[in-house]
């Protein structure tokens, strides 16, 4: 059973970058396909960002695309997610999640909460304007 753990939130300016890192124990990365959720105050968990077990697939929310990137180091163990151009709209709670999946599976990505087997506890991200 995998263990995340997100960090690297904070306070930036509109126009601003922040790279979130969501670090797992526990397991093996590379079991898991993986995804980065956020959820603002009042609203429900919406997806941002969803990579396949090897990381050669990657699919973005439209409302993030061409702004923030995603990725993994398997052998370390730890996804990114790299935010670029944030806006206030971006403030939320992020959220790193992980579906253990066969080897099969390689190239196959999962953008649902209910899809997401493990969470970690969120990092919060504010932006001003």
């Known amino acids: 059973q995998v263990q995340l753990v997100e960090s690297g939130g904070g306070l930036v300016q509109a126009g601003g970058s922040l790279r979130l890192s969501c670090a797992a124990s526990?397991?093996?990365?590379?079991?898991?396909?993986m995804g980065w959720f956020r959820q603002a105050l009042g609203k429900e968990r919406e997806f941002v960002i969803a990579m396949s077990r090897n990381g050669e697939t990657t699919y973005s929310a439209d409302s993030v695309w061409g702004r923030f990137t995603g990725s993994r180091d398997n052998a370390k163990n730890t996804l990114y997610l790299q935010m670029n151009s944030l806006k206030p709209e971006d403030t939320a709670v992020y959220y790193c999640?992980?579906?253990?999946?066969?080897?099969?599976?390689?190239?196959?990505?999962?953008?649902?909460?209910?899809?997401?087997?493990?969470w970690g506890q969120g990092t919060q991200v504010t932006v001003s304007s």
């Open positions: 526990g397991s093996t990365l590379s079991r898991y396909a």
């Open positions: 999640a992980a579906r253990e999946s066969p080897s099969y599976s390689d190239g196959i990505y999962y953008t649902l909460v209910y899809e997401y087997n493990y």
